[in-house]
């Protein structure tokens, strides 16, 4: 009490004070050129929230302002300047103009260029400008903010994995996922047991800036793994400055917005009773049970994190702590993440060497739901009930034999039992960091040397049991259980080294910049999965070590002549431990050329151009990912303890060869660009566009082998060759700028072709393709082709012939090739699941205090076969005569197409090939910021939010958006309501 009564007598005390000390101080802001009033400026007090801007004169007036405060006035395209008050109350201010978003740092391979320096192309995304939301996958950040960078969520699961592909990908087979660098530090593509998506690990709340790497002159620097291009993930570090804490929290409802068309119960009757035999029609219950509702639920999620940045003496330091708890629609789906980061940077030695050290620590809990359950609510009979009498079962209706045990094939599941009698959990542990040193040489300060060591190591757990549950054959195994346990341990371990000179040769008006290194990295990944835990007798455990090491030298060459002309050189060759000794190494080049067009005397006078500058670039990128650890090396595989040879009393272990390819080697794929990057007014209107053309070849595709001439009848090799092309363009506008009203947009669009120009040594008229695209229904039947000449993933489908009132006439296909009958030969490849055109669009509004963001996402052009209506569309499905004892619900389109039987026919028909072309509105975000509420040095601000809000289509599945083309059991994507605050302290 008596500190309580010190501090509030100084309070008192310097209140007067200060505010006898403070005045208002009045000025006018123009530009340095022509003396034109620029409205809209920001005028704030250094190290406080307190401020203004100037009116549509130029003028401003700021209250409260002592003497020896710093005004800091900042204006989009100008140079910030600082100004110390004085004795005088006015003010007036010049700005200069700047090249600011010219030379903003862009992080490329191995080190950092400005925007007017870059000659590959790369996009960079800053924090501020990513989506905004209840956002638990970094990669949901991204999408739809890039030209060329198509991002497809694996459905409403908390945390689900993405499909990313820039430009389309590369490969056929092996791996057409971007190489992802966090830090520093390489990533495993591979993914981590018992995570949905290896990003997760993340916060989303630490991430600075997303750097796309997407041409060859870019990528090349990374060789083996960037064929599919690179994405550089750059974390949050500490600052100047007092320490600074900032609090964010915020709260979500999720809900899906619609469900499967099944029929209701009312509906299922009147078919039954239409169409059934008197068997069919005994079967029917009295209840009225929407198995969907009975399965999905609304979503709850919570996300909380505390930062604190600043410096101490040498030091700077940024640490955070974060945590997630997201419960999904689909019952007992469920996220809780928790994380820890810390980033430390000092220069020691007279400012020689700097050292920047970084770590990430995630803890990630996930319960899985049974997917399967999202089929089985679709076919299960809704006038039955949810429970039955019966408690062999969970108390869960079931359908049964006389005997008790579940009817052994036929029969779906009850829905709600398969979520609630299992329990799927995992445990997961994830760190990544780097420690960096940069040190200047004392004799030579234009000689750097680099070392990066960086790490990424997970461990993980889980366990998945089953109980009373009718998806065992008897009674006695239901009660018995199904008991799985996993562990996977996983280290990747890095180490890059390199020198870098750099020096302005003013005789020449030239500058250099010689970078020369080696990388070493190595992949361990080991662990077991134990099954059948419930009975000894067949307890089965399955152990696995794997290690992949990769090794590279690599070395780059940035001339510039004038600060006009650019040219960049960069070689790479990386070795593969994947590959046999005689196939090991490959070499990856690539050469690009810049032309700062603006920079020339001829446009001088040319006022309306702020930036113009043309890139050409050519190079060559590598892929050695075909998902084995060892496909060109020996290796046998141990025999499990039920699968020994007896010899007498004992069991030996047996030794199986496994099959390989000792002539397997690089993918590689040539790439060029050109593109234009452009600003106009003062870059009120910026952009750029690029033209691309990459050829694959020595695709690594999985193919069948003669009779004898492998250890299978199928294997990976290179054969084969694809075309990709397209054209990306990106514009960004200042719409308007006020003192109190600012409006941008961004778009971005891309066009992208791919083309199969090779699959075999011999590519003859009569070869259909590479099969590929299972579907649900039709048992070893395929519904997509790879094929010369088409894109992969074509459909493979009959044509399918209508009536004079446009409805599907059953078993009537056209007869393309004219022989008389149906048969394969009749098929044809009709469409693709990629989109011709993409496009994205994005809105910031701020008004005063007030800021509004939307993003929508459109795709053109691609189609999806409706693996649903194909499925659950036709009599026999509901009514099968193979299983008298039961009756299956199905969707509404068995009454509009009126199908009976299931025929591998009508499943490859083009009438479930539907175009799934549509516009979405992902994201409208409305924030308002109270400003410093809490003291000069705070700042509170609220927003609200809304994800996944129109969806415009004629695609007529549950959601057009299926990255694989085949829509069957998806988790729907939910909509999403946020509300959350952050502030600043």
């Known amino acids: 009490m008596k500190n309580f009564k010190f501090f509030l007598f100084n309070v008192l005390l310097l209140v007067p004070i200060l505010m006898f000390g403070q005045q208002t101080i009045k000025g006018t802001v123009v530009e340095s050129k022509g003396n034109t009033a620029l409205p809209g400026v920001g005028v704030i007090i250094k190290g406080t929230v307190k401020g203004t801007s100037t009116d549509f004169d130029g003028n401003y007036t700021l209250e409260n302002v002592k003497p020896g405060d710093v005004l800091v006035f900042s204006y989009i395209g ?67 903010k890039v030209a060329g960078v198509q991002i497809t969520s694996g459905g409403g699961a908390p945390g689900s994995g993405s499909t990313i592909r820039i430009r389309g990908g590369a490969s056929l087979n092996a791996s057409n996922d971007p190489l992802f660098i966090i830090d520093g530090v390489p990533v495993d593509k591979e993914g981590i047991a018992g995570i949905r998506n290896p990003l997760n690990t993340i916060n989303p709340n630490d991430i600075e800036s997303y750097t796309i790497l997407k041409d060859a002159s870019a990528t090349a620097i990374y060789g083996s793994r960037a064929s599919n291009g690179v994405i550089i993930i750059t974390t949050k570090k500490g600052s100047d400055g007092d320490i600074q804490g900032t609090y964010s929290s915020n709260f979500s409802v999720n809900t899906n917005i619609e469900t499967v068309d099944a029929l209701s119960a009312d509906q299922f009757r009147t078919y039954v009773n239409e169409n059934g035999i008197p068997s069919d029609i005994a079967l029917l219950g009295n209840e009225n049970t929407n198995w969907q509702n009975e399965i999905f639920r609304t979503g709850y999620g919570t996300n909380h994190n505390l930062s604190l940045n600043g410096s101490s003496g040498a ?21 809780e993440r928790g994380t820890f980061a810390v980033s430390i940077g000092t220069v020691l030695l007279d400012e020689h060497l700097k050292i920047d050290l970084n770590t990430k620590l995630s803890l990630i809990n996930n319960r899985f739901a049974d997917t399967g359950a999202i089929g089985n609510a679709i076919s299960f009979d809704p006038t039955q009930p949810v429970y039955s009498n019966n408690p062999t079962y969970g108390g869960y209706f079931e359908w049964l034999q006389e005997n008790g045990n579940p009817q052994a094939v036929g029969a779906p599941r009850n829905p709600l039992a398969l979520l609630e009698l299992r329990n799927d959990e995992s445990h997961s542990n994830r760190s990544i960091g780097n420690i960096q040193f940069d040190y200047k040489m004392h004799f030579l300060p234009e000689l750097r040397a680099n070392l990066n060591l960086g790490y990424d190591i997970s461990s993980s757990d889980g366990d998945n049991t089953i109980f009373n549950s009718a998806t065992a054959k008897t009674a006695e195994l239901a009660a018995l259980g199904s008991i799985s346990h996993f562990e996977q341990d996983k280290k990747n371990i890095l180490s890059d080294f390199y020198l870098n000179y750099a020096k302005d040769i003013d005789a020449i008006n030239s500058s250099i910049d010689f970078m020369i290194g080696y990388s070493y990295q190595n992949f361990k990944n080991e662990g077991f999965d134990k099954n059948n835990i419930q009975d000894k007798t067949l307890t089965e455990l399955l152990d696995y070590y794997n290690e992949l090491n990769l090794q590279s030298f690599f ?55 702020s930036n113009l500058k043309l890139r050409l670039s050519w190079g060559i990128t590598g892929q050695q990912d075909v998902g084995d650890y060892y496909p060109a090396i020996a290796t046998y595989l141990a025999s499990t303890n039920t699968a020994q040879y007896q010899f007498g009393s004992s069991y030996i272990t047996t030794f199986r060869a496994q099959p390989f390819n000792s002539t397997l080697k690089w993918e590689e794929t040539e790439t060029y660009n050109a593109g234009l990057d452009f600003g106009l007014f003062d870059n009120v209107l910026s952009g750029s566009v690029d033209a691309y053309f990459r050829k694959t070849k020595d695709l690594l595709n999985f193919i069948p082998f003669p009779g004898g001439s492998s250890l299978s009848n199928a294997g990976n090799a290179n054969i084969g060759k694809m075309e990709n092309k397209g054209i990306e363009l990106t514009l960004n506008t200042k719409a308007i700028r006020t003192e109190d009203l600012n409006l941008d947009f961004g778009l971005n669009f891309t066009y992208n072709d791919t083309e199969i120009t090779q699959l075999t040594t011999n590519d003859g008229p009569d070869y259909e393709g590479v099969p590929v695209g299972g579907f649900d229904g039709g048992v070893g039947n395929t519904i997509q082709r790879h094929t010369v000449g088409y894109d992969p993933y074509s459909f493979f489908v009959y044509q399918q012939v209508y009536d004079a009132n446009g409805k599907p006439i059953e078993g009537v296909y056209v007869d393309r090739n004219n022989d008389g009958i149906i048969s394969n030969a009749d098929r044809y490849r009709y469409q693709k699941p990629t989109a011709d055109y993409t496009l994205g669009f994005t809105t910031d509004l ?38 008298p004892n039961v009756i299956e619900n199905g969707v509404e389109n068995i009454l509009e197409s009126g199908f009976i039987n299931g025929g591998a026919e009508r499943y490859l028909s083009d009438y479930y090939v539907q ?37 415009i289509t004629d695609y007529e599945g549950l959601d057009p958006e299926v990255g694989n083309g085949i829509d069957f059991n998806i988790y729907p994507r939910p909509r999403i309501y946020m509300i959350g605050v952050n502030l600043n302290f």
């Open 315 to 335: 030091f700077k330091f940024r640490t955070s702590l974060g945590y997630t708890n997201q419960t999904g629609t689909l019952k007992t789906s469920k996220l």
């Open 915 to 951: 175009e799934a072309s549509f516009v979405k509105l992902d994201n409208v975000t409305v924030g308002y910021n109270f400003g410093s509420v809490f003291g000069e040095s705070s700042n509170l601000s609220v927003s609200g939010s809304a994800q996944n809000i129109l969806t």
């Open 846 to 883: 701020n008004y005063k205090n007030w800021n509004f963001n939307m993003a929508w996402r459109a795709n053109i052009g691609n189609y999806v076969y409706n693996n649903v209506d194909s499925a659950k569309g036709f009599r026999d499905q509901l009514l099968n005569p193979g299983f």
């Open 78 to 144: 100008f140079y910030t300047q600082e100004i110390t008050v004085g004795e005088t109350t006015t003010i007036n201010v010049s700005l200069v103009e700047s090249t600011e978003s010219l030379d903003e740092v862009v992080i490329v391979g191995y080190g950092v260029t400005t925007v007017k320096d870059a000659t590959g192309s790369v996009t960079s995304v800053k924090a501020k400008d990513l989506n905004k939301g209840a956002i638990v996958s970094p990669d949901q950040m991204l999408t739809g």
């Open 555 to 609: 070395g780059r060459l940035k001339y510039s002549y004038a600060d006009k002309y650019l040219l960049t050189l960069t070689y790479r060759r990386d070795g593969s431990s994947r590959f046999s000794k005689s196939n090991r190494w490959g070499n990856f080049p690539s050469a690009a050329f810049a032309w700062k067009i603006y920079e020339e005397p001829f446009m001088k006078n040319a006022n309306a151009v």
